[in-house]
């Protein structure tokens, strides 16, 4: 199997480069709607993309910002998703609260879950058994090849009812709330940013091993998403043929 990837010398040469391709998607998806969605993801890599999105004079009153998934934590906390998204793209691009659909993360894991999955049906106005197609999600991948809060060995890599759902790291020692396969795999686009050395050995395993996304959970979008585009750093990519 083989993957859609732009390769890069750097982490921050591969987040620049998506920040722009990612923006590329939303000018197309405002082309013909009113306002597009898109969601993201967090970690040290994201924020130098976010930082980028940032710079252009951009509509972003015409964009509604979600997050693939979040720490349980409050959005003052270090550790959250948000708070690094507020800093690096929310304010500097004067995005309007309106616009701003964050995970409510401080609540109980379980019933952050739920209302987060209710908001998302409302906005998109789904009846139960629809699910959305935001026009981009952006996600990470970790060195145990986990994407979004879907870890190894969960059986949430298998739902396909579900949109959102609380989870339990016994790695992290940590509850996270997380968006489902079902809802990633109908996005409309998906950009991969993946950087680092030590993602270079599960990049080539998700894409050359066997698929059992159990094992190996980001195989669910390099073998099952529509429209997908990685974006590497060297290291990253360094196993890749």
């Known amino acids: 199997m083989s993957i859609h990837k ?3 010398p750097d982490p921050k040469l591969a987040a620049e480069a998506c920040a722009h391709h990612i923006l590329g998607l939303l000018e197309e998806a405002l082309s013909g709607e009113s306002l597009a969605t898109l969601a993201v993801s967090g970690g040290s890599t994201p924020k130098m993309m976010f930082q980028e999105m940032a710079k252009p004079r951009f509509e972003w009153e015409r964009i509604h910002l979600f997050w693939v998934d ?4 409050p959005p003052t ?3 959250s998703n948000y708070k690094m998204a507020e800093e ?3 304010r500097p691009a004067h995005i309007p609260a309106r616009n701003v659909h964050r995970i409510p993360a401080e609540l109980r894991p379980e019933i952050a879950a739920a209302r987060y999955a209710d908001e998302i049906r409302a906005f998109f106005g789904l009846e139960q058994s629809e699910e959305p197609h935001f026009d981009v999600i952006h996600r990470g991948m970790g060195p145990d090849a986990h994407t979004a809060s879907l870890f190894p060995g969960d059986p949430l890599i298998e739902d396909r009812e579900g949109l959102v759902a609380a989870v ?3 790695k992290l020692s940590q509850w996270r709330i ?5 809802l990633l795999l109908a996005a409309r686009k998906t950009v991969m940013l993946v950087t680092g050395a030590d993602k270079a050995k599960p990049l080539h395993d998700i894409v050359y091993e066997p698929y059992d996304p159990k094992r190996l959970p980001a195989q669910i979008t390099a073998h099952h998403g529509r429209s997908v585009v990685w974006f590497l750093d060297e290291a990253a990519a360094s196993l890749m043929d």
């Open 70 to 73: 979040e720490r349980a934590v």
């Open 88 to 90: 690096a793209l929310i």
């Open 77 to 79: 906390d270090p550790q």
């Open 6 to 8: 732009y390769t890069y």
């Open 168 to 170: 339990y790291s016994e």
């Open 178 to 182: 997380t968006m489902l396969p079902r």
